[in-house]
């Protein structure tokens, strides 16, 4: 092995929502599983496992990837935010709680995946419209159909932040 | 079967010289077609994987008249860059048609120039009939549900699309490839960097074992050149192409002094419309010209009965981004 190359350390460093975690991970475990199997992180949802679905949204470094697509081990160094980690203060979020004065949800199992990418869709200034809200929100399938209130909760966020700006 | 192992590069010399050096070595960008086919489908065996993840290959610069993409550069980053929307807009319009914004987020440049193709019977290990996968095996999908496959370079031995939305606009601008291999570095047009499948699906580019794609080299268009990408699926986002097409345009007159037009959805690599692109220049831009073109573009189709009705759908697809390019109202 060059010097070059480092083997991954069977105990991978993760920093999540502020906290730095050491985990024993066997080096196939992506992120997604990292969370939820050993930090016991379950927020984060396992939908499609296929990078189809959006369950799974987290930040990396600020910006939205599914996390049953990439490595824990590809994620050392770097800052990974969760659903459980865009509390303020010990309140939900903003979005979180124009998802539930808009119930934007029925089961609830998308709901995470589409908060974390609400919140992301939001800083990359792509709430402009209904439409804008739709097509970069696609990533984020709900099975229970609840586009409609989802949009409406975004749209409102939106109209908040513009309004206090 | 051999175990997985899991290696971070820190410069391009040892991470070429590891993989270069083990056939069971691969490449790890942004992951989402390798860990997908290695982990999930498990399509692809699992060996070691060298992630590329953090050298220092990422970054856009203009250089003249031609924009210098870093293979590492992510989809998003590619479609937000100022000069791709002021002299290539096609670039990021098919960049912003393809995947979610999370993918985006992940993927890169080089990587999607190397995607492997969506067809479901590849994506199957249950399927046996493979050619792509295994040479001789046959094509479950010719007989199958072939509804996203291709129809231009295709035969009875594979009729797996290349999926790439980008791949089209950059097949129109005679991008290049920069690699870096064991040998050293060579520069690749990318009308030659896919191969088309003949009766060997399984070699889908003139890569060698071990060559890693480092830079994309995008010529901008002249100025006053307009251009776009067009793309029918069957939702309206966050879908593969049933159809698409990347048109530039320059019109003097009214007369078409410029014209380049390549096609996704249809081929069994990125696809470029020669013959579409011959009836254009020095013709008035009119929707005849546009007609003319778009069966100038189509020759030849091999079709199965789920994709017969992609040759009509191509052709309107290409008259549609024409009209839209040149500006006539339709």
């Not at chain 2, 295709?154 to 291999?181: F, K, M, N, T, Y």
Request: include cysteine; charged fraction near 20%; glycine fraction near 10%.
């Amino acid at each position: 092995m060059s010097d070059a190359l480092r083997q991954t350390p069977e105990l991978v460093t993760l920093t999540v929502n502020g906290s730095v975690h050491q985990v024993q991970l066997d080096s196939r475990t992506t992120l997604l599983d990292a969370l939820r199997d050993h930090l016991e992180l379950s927020g984060t949802k396992k939908g499609c496992d296929q990078g189809a679905c959006g369950a799974c949204t987290v930040l990396l470094d600020g910006k939205r990837i599914v996390s049953c697509l990439v490595l824990a081990a590809q994620c050392e160094g770097r800052e990974v935010t969760t659903v459980e980690g865009v509390t303020v203060d010990g309140r939900p979020h903003a979005v979180q709680e124009a998802f539930c004065r808009h119930d934007a949800l029925q089961c609830g199992y998308c709901t995470p995946g589409q908060v974390m990418s609400a919140i992301s869709l939001l800083a990359e200034g792509r709430a402009g419209s209904d439409d804008e809200i739709r097509e970069f929100m696609s990533g984020n399938l709900c099975r229970c159909g609840a586009y409609p209130n989802i949009v409406a909760a975004i749209r409102e966020v939106a109209g908040q932040e513009a309004t206090s700006r | 079967m051999r175990g997985f192992e899991y290696v971070r590069a820190t410069d391009v010399g040892s991470a070429v010289a590891l993989v270069s050096g083990d056939p069971g070595a691969s490449y790890l960008a942004g992951g989402t077609t390798q860990l997908d086919l290695m982990l999930k489908d498990a399509v692809v065996p699992q060996g070691l994987l060298v992630d590329i993840g953090r050298l220092p290959l990422r970054g856009i610069a203009t250089d003249g008249d031609v924009l210098r993409v870093g293979a590492l550069t992510t989809m998003e980053e590619l479609a937000a860059d100022p000069v791709v929307a002021e002299r290539v807009p096609f670039v990021s319009e098919a960049l912003l048609a393809g995947a979610s914004t999370q993918l985006r987020n992940m993927a890169t440049i080089g990587g999607n120039l190397l995607q492997r193709t969506r067809c479901r019977y590849f994506r199957d290990i249950a399927v046996t009939d493979c050619n792509k996968r295994t040479p001789g095996s046959g094509c479950a999908a010719v007989t199958g549900a072939a509804r996203m496959h291709a129809i231009l370079g295709a035969s009875a031995h594979c009729i797996a699309l290349h999926a790439s939305d980008l791949c089209v606009p950059l097949r129109a601008l005679d991008a290049e490839v920069r690699v870096e291999g064991a040998a050293g570095q060579r520069t690749i047009a990318f009308a030659d960097l896919h191969v088309m499948p003949g009766e060997r699906p399984d070699v889908e580019t003139v890569l060698r074992h071990g060559e890693m794609i480092s830079e994309v080299l995008v010529p901008l268009l002249p100025a006053g050149t307009r251009s776009g990408y067009l793309k029918v699926r069957d939702r309206v986002s966050y879908e593969f192409a049933l159809t698409s097409a990347a048109a530039a345009l320059s019109i003097e007159d009214g007369v078409i002094t410029l014209a380049r037009l390549a096609l996704g959805g249809v081929g069994t690599v990125p696809w470029r419309a020669t013959e579409a692109e011959r009836v254009l220049v020095g013709a008035p831009a009119t929707a005849r010209t546009f007609l003319a073109a778009a069966e100038a573009a189509i020759q030849d189709p091999f079709t199965v009965p789920g994709t017969e009705f992609k040759v009509e759908l191509a052709k309107r697809t290409i008259v549609r981004v024409l009209r839209t390019v040149s500006g006539e109202q339709s």
